[in-house]
C-alpha cells in the first residue's frame, strides 16, 4: 500500500484515542488533553473501560460501544493488546490508526517482531493503514488535529516535517515555537511497520498546501518506493533531509533506536542527490535552507541563480572569511569582468582591494554600497552577491542596509546579507527581512545557504538534463554471464582475474589482454608471445590481494626475467600464504602510458539500496586518497558526468600543467557500462576496475575483480531506481504491413520525441496537449524522456530512416498512480502516421503491460471534438465515463480487472 487512506490519517473527520487515561503525565491523559485542546472540529471519542469520562469528555468502554466508526484511531494501550484493537477498528470501518505504543521489534526481540507482524495482519484485511508504532504521534494544526503527546502544540504553517526520532518531534516544537514557525503537518514516524516516508511523500508532494517537505531519516525501509516518491515529490516542491548515523558510532546507535538499518551515509548520500533532494547536517540548517529556498522562489520566480558568488564587504576580514568558507565548500568566487572594475575604480577610493571580494574600507557610506553593489549586479559574471558590513563609529549599518535594498529594487538578482554584530546589525537585519532580502548573522552562515542553492539546483539539473547516446554498440551478455555462472557452479565467490577481463570487454571496457601460464617456463613463453615488457600475477582462489603475498611483478624486460621472476613469486607465496591453492600465472603486456592517471571504477551492492557504482581515484593508495564519488545505477551520461565532477581527481582530468584532458567520455563510457553489468547480473556483488589508465589516448584497464553470489532479488528487483525495462523491446507490425520497432523511451530520446512533436500538424497537437504548442519547453521534453519505468511508461515506435537513423513515429505514454490502482494514458504519433494502424498498436501494447503490472484500470481524458480517439478508445473497450467537470473533455476508463 501507498496513499490508500492516508487521507483518513492527515484529514480525519472522527478521531478516537484508545488508551485514553486521567491519570496525570500518562501518555494516554496527555495525548487526550492535546486532542481534545487543539481546536479539532470534529468527534473526539476517548475509549476507557474503567472511566466514563476523560478530561470531561464522555469515554465509552470499548471499540465496539462507540457510537460511529472512527476515521483515525489512536492507540495508547500495552503491545499485546495492539494487533486486537486494529482487528476490531477494520472490521468497524476505521481508516487509520497511530499506535503509540512501544513494544514491536525494537533492538530485534523476537515477541515484538512477531506482534509487529500480527498487527500488520490484522490492518491489511481492511486497508488500514498504521503510523508508527513506537510514535509520538502526528500534528496536522490547520485543522487542530494534535494526536501526540507532544509537551506543547505547533503553529499553523506550510512545511511538512516528517521524522524517525520522537525526542526530534518534541525539541523541533520547542525550538519552531521560539522562533515562530509553522507546520502543515508534523509526523512522528517511529517504527515505519506500515506508513512510511514513501507514502507519505506521495501524499504530501501532491498536497498544495504543503511548500516543502523536510526529513529526518534514520534508515529507509522501502528504498524503491522511497526513491519514486521523493523523486516525484522532488520535482513540485524542494524536499530536504537530515540524515543520522553519519558515522559508523551514530548509524549503530540509529539501529538499536528505531530497529530501521542505517546503511553506508555515502550510499545515503548519492541515493538523496539522485533523488533530487537537498541534504543538511541539522535541524537548524534545515530551516535556514528551505527560508532561504522560499526567499529566493519569492524573488526569482523560482529561477535558481548560478555558482558564481560576488563578495561585497567594509571589513577585509569577513570577506576573507567569507572566501575561505566558499572555498572550502566547493563555491565558485567570481571573476570580475573588466568593465566592473572599471566602474568599481571609478566609484571608490584608490584603496579598494580591486578584486573579489570588493573591499570597500571600513569607512565605507551608504552611497559606496551603492555604487559597489550596482556595479557587481551588472556584472554578467557574478550569479549572485553576498553583502557584508562590519559596525564601524564611522558609517551607519542602518543607512547601508537601506541603500542596499535600495539598489536591489525591482532587479531579479540575488543578493545575500551578513551584518555582523548583535544591536548594531538587528535594525538592518529587520529591514532585510520586510524586503524579503536573504539575511544571516555570520559569514559562514551566510555562504552555507549559497551553497544550499547551488547544491539544490545541480540536484534539480540532474533530475531535468538531457544526455547523449553513449555508442559502442551492445553488450555481448552471454559472453559476459559464462564465467559468472561457471563460478557460482563450482562455489566460488571470486571470479579469476582471466575470467573477470572478459567480463569486461564484453561490456565494451577496453582491458588489457591476459593469459594463464600453468609454469614459470610457461609464463616466460607467454609473455614472449604477447610482448614485452610484462607484468606478472599469482593466480589463485584464495588469494584476493596479490601484493600483500609478492604476488605481483611488473616491468619485466625479457622472458628471462619473467621465468626467474615466476620462480621468487613462488617462494614468497609459500612463505606468506602457505595454504593458498597456486594455479599458476597471470601474464599480460606492460602499458606504457606514462602521464595516464590511475583510476577506479566499481560496483559494491549495499544492504538497503542495493547495487552502488563507484568512481574515483585509483591506485595501490585508493584508501588512503580516499577521493571517491557514489551513484545510484541505471546510470547516463549526465549522471556519469556529475559523479566524475564530484571528485577531486576530476581537476586532473580536465587537464594541468601542459597536460591535454584526458578521454571523459572514455570514462563516461565505462561508467554507463558498469551500470548496465548490474543490471543485467544480478550475481555480481562486488566489481572493482583499479586501475583503470585514463589520458589523452583513452582509457583502459589493467585489472578487474569480481565477486559473485547466488542472486538475494531476481533480475534488477535489488535496484533502488527500476533500470530500463530492456524485456519490453520489440517488433511490430502495423495493419499496412510496415514493421516498426517498440521500445521503452530513454532519455537520450529527445531529439526523436522532439521530431515526433515537430511532424504533427497544429490541429494534432492541440488534440494531444489541449492547447496550440509548437514545441516542448525543455523542462518538460526532459520530463517525458526521463521517466520513472516503475511507475510509468512510454512506448516509443521507431522506424529506419533512409540514412540508417532511427526515425520516431509516435509515443504511448502510461503513468500509474502510487498504488497501482489506476494509470492515466496519452497517445502522440506524427501527422504523416495517422490511418496507418500505428495508434491501434502502441495502445494494444500499453494495455497489455498494464495488465502485466497489475493495474486495475486505464483511463484517458480526449477533447470530446477528437473523434477518432474516442472511436479507437471504444474499439479497445474503454468506456465513456459521465460527469466530467469540463464538458469539452470526454474522460474514458479501461477496467483491467486486475
Not at 533492538?107 to 513506537?134: F, I, K, S, T, Y
Not at 554584530?421 to 544571516?440: E, Q, S
Request: proline content about 7%; glycine content about 10%; charged content about 20%.
Amino acid at each position: 500500500m501507498t496513499v490508500r487512506n492516508l487521507d483518513r490519517l492527515l484529514s480525519p473527520a472522527s478521531v478516537a484515542l484508545i488508551g485514553a487515561s486521567p491519570t496525570p503525565r500518562s501518555v494516554g491523559q496527555v495525548t487526550a488533553r492535546n486532542l481534545l485542546q487543539g481546536g479539532f472540529k470534529g468527534p473526539i471519542l476517548p475509549v476507557n473501560p474503567r472511566h466514563t469520562a476523560i478530561e470531561g469528555v464522555l469515554a465509552y468502554p470499548s471499540v465496539a460501544a462507540l457510537p460511529i466508526a472512527p476515521d483515525l484511531a489512536v492507540i495508547a494501550t500495552p503491545p499485546d493488546t495492539v494487533p486486537g484493537l486494529i482487528a476490531e477498528l477494520g472490521q468497524r470501518g476505521t481508516g487509520a490508526a497511530v499506535v503509540l505504543t512501544a513494544g514491536f521489534g525494537e533492538g530485534g526481540a523476537e515477541a515484538g517482531e512477531q506482534r509487529r507482524q500480527a498487527m500488520l495482519d490484522a490492518a491489511r484485511p481492511h486497508l488500514l493503514r498504521v503510523l508508527g508504532p513506537n510514535c509520538v504521534g502526528l500534528l496536522v494544526p490547520g485543522i487542530g488535529l494534535n494526536a501526540s503527546f507532544a509537551h506543547i502544540g505547533a503553529r499553523p504553517g506550510d512545511l511538512a516535517f516528517l521524522t524517525q526520532s520522537g525526542a526530534i518531534v518534541t525539541a523541533l516544537l520547542d525550538w519552531a515555537a521560539s522562533r515562530g514557525i509553522g507546520f502543515s503537518h508534523l509526523i512522528s514516524m517511529g517504527g515505519m511497520a506500515d506508513v512510511d516516508f514513501g507514502d507519505l511523500l506521495d501524499q504530501l508532494g501532491q498536497d498544495p498546501g504543503v511548500r516543502a517537505i523536510l526529513l529526518y531519516v534514520e534508515g529507509v525501509t522501502n528504498p524503491r518506493k522511497f526513491m519514486s516518491a521523493a523523486r516525484a515529490a522532488a520535482r513540485t516542491k524542494p524536499v530536504l533531509v537530515v540524515k543520522s548515523g553519519r558515522r559508523a558510532e551514530g548509524a549503530k546507535a540509529a539501529r538499536s533506536h528505531t530497529g530501521a538499518l542505517a546503511g553506508s551515509d555515502a550510499v545515503y548520500d548519492a541515493a538523496f542527490r539522485r533523488a533530487g533532494m537537498l541534504r543538511v547536517h541539522d535541524t537548524a540548517e534545515l530551516f535556514d535552507a528551505v527560508e532561504t529556498l522560499a526567499l529566493v522562489a519569492s524573488r526569482l520566480g523560482g529561477n535558481l541563480p548560478g555558482e558564481r558568488l560576488a563578495i561585497l564587504t567594509n571589513g577585509g576580514g569577513p570577506g576573507v572569511l567569507a572566501t575561505d568558507a566558499l572555498i572550502d565548500r566547493g563555491g565558485i568566487l567570481a571573476d570580475l569582468a573588466p568593465e566592473t572594475l572599471a566602474a568599481l575604480d571609478a566609484a571608490l577610493p584608490a584603496t579598494w582591494s580591486h578584486g573579489n571580494p570588493v573591499d570597500i574600507i571600513g569607512d565605507a557610506p551608504a552611497g559606496r554600497y551603492r555604487a559597489a553593489l550596482d556595479a557587481l549586479l551588472s556584472d554578467p559574471g557574478a550569479d549572485a552577491v553576498l553583502v557584508l558590513n562590519c559596525p564601524t563609529a564611522i558609517a551607519d549599518p542602518t543607512e547601508a542596509a537601506e541603500a542596499v535594498i535600495e539598489t536591489i529594487g525591482e532587479r531579479r538578482r540575488l543578493v545575500l546579507t551578513n551584518w555582523l554584530g548583535a544591536g548594531a546589525a538587528a535594525p538592518a537585519r529587520a529591514l532585510f527581512a520586510r524586503a524579503g532580502i536573504p539575511t544571516y548573522e555570520t559569514p559562514d552562515q551566510a555562504v552555507r545557504a549559497f551553497m544550499h542553492l547551488v547544491q539544490y539546483r545541480r540536484n534539480q539539473e540532474l533530475l531535468r538534463q538531457v544526455p547523449r547516446l553513449v555508442g559502442g554498440g551492445r553488450p555481448d551478455r552471454a559472453a559476459a554471464r559464462a564465467p559468472i555462472e561457471a563460478a557460482l557452479a563450482e562455489g566460488r565467490d571470486w571470479l579469476s582475474e582471466v575470467e573477470a577481463k572478459p567480463v569486461m570487454r564484453a561490456y565494451g571496457i577496453p582491458i588489457v589482454p591476459t593469459e594463464i601460464a600453468a609454469t614459470p617456463d610457461e609464463a616466460a613463453a607467454t609473455a614472449g608471445r604477447l610482448g614485452l615488457p610484462a607484468a606478472l600475477k599469482i593466480l589463485s582462489p584464495d588469494i584476493t590481494h596479490k601484493t600483500d603475498v609478492g604476488g605481483v611483478a611488473l616491468d619485466l624486460p625479457d622472458p628471462t626475467a619473467v621465468k626467474a621472476a615466476a620462480e621468487r613469486m613462488l617462494r614468497s607465496v609459500a612463505r606468506h600464504a602457505p595454504e593458498a591453492r597456486i594455479a599458476g600465472f597471470t601474464v599480460q603486456p606492460m602499458v606504457a602510458r606514462p602521464g595516464a592517471l590511475e583510476l577506479i571504477l566499481g560496483i559494491v551492492d549495499d544492504g538497503t539500496f542495493g547495487p552502488v557504482l563507484l568512481f574515483g581515484q585509483g591506485g595501490v593508495a585508493v584508501e588512503v586518497l580516499d577521493d571517491k564519488a557514489l551513484g545510484l545505477p541505471p546510470l547516463d551520461a549526465v549522471l556519469a558526468r556529475e559523479m566524475i565532477g564530484r571528485t577531486r581527481v576530476s581537476r586532473l582530468l580536465a587537464g594541468f600543467r601542459g597536460r591535454p584532458p584526458a578521454d571523459i567520455d572514455g570514462i563516461v563510457h565505462a561508467l554507463v557500462r558498469l551500470s548496465e553489468l548490474a543490471a543485467d547480473n544480478p550475481e555480481v556483488v562486488e566489481l572493482d576496475i583499479n586501475p583503470l589508465l585514463a589520458d589523452a589516448g583513452g582509457v583502459i584497464a589493467l585489472d578487474a575483480r569480481i565477486r559473485v553470489a547466488p542472486a538475494r532479488l531476481p533480475g534488477t528487483g535489488r535496484f533502488a531506481i527500476r533500470p530500463y525495462p530492456q524485456e519490453l523491446e520489440a517488433v511490430a507490425t502495423m495493419q499496412d504491413g510496415t514493421a516498426v520497432r517498440l521500445r521503452p523511451i530513454r532519455p537520450e530520446d529527445a531529439p526523436a520525441l522532439e521530431s515526433i512533436i515537430a511532424r504533427m500538424t497544429p490541429e494534432d497537437l492541440r488534440m494531444r496537449f489541449f492547447a496550440p504548442i509548437r514545441r516542448l519547453p525543455e523542462l518538460l521534453l526532459a520530463r517525458l524522456t526521463q521517466i520513472d519505468y516503475d511507475r510509468e511508461m512510454a512506448l516509443i515506435a521507431f522506424a529506419d530512416a533512409a540514412d540508417g537513423q532511427p526515425d520516431g513515429l509516435g509515443v504511448v505514454r502510461l503513468l500509474a498512480d502510487p498504488d497501482g490502482q489506476q494509470a492515466e494514458f496519452a497517445i502522440g504519433v506524427r501527422s504523416d502516421m495517422k490511418g496507418r494502424g500505428l495508434g491501434w498498436l502502441l495502445m494494444r501494447r500499453i494495455i497489455a503491460y498494464a495488465g502485466e503490472r497489475g493495474i486495475g484500470a486505464i483511463v484517458g481524458d480526449v477533447l470530446r471534438e477528437n473523434q477518432p480517439m474516442i472511436d479507437l478508445a471504444r474499439d479497445l473497450g474503454f468506456r465513456a465515463e459521465s460527469g466530467a467537470s469540463d464538458p469539452a473533455i470526454v474522460r474514458l476508463r479501461l477496467d483491467l480487472g486486475a
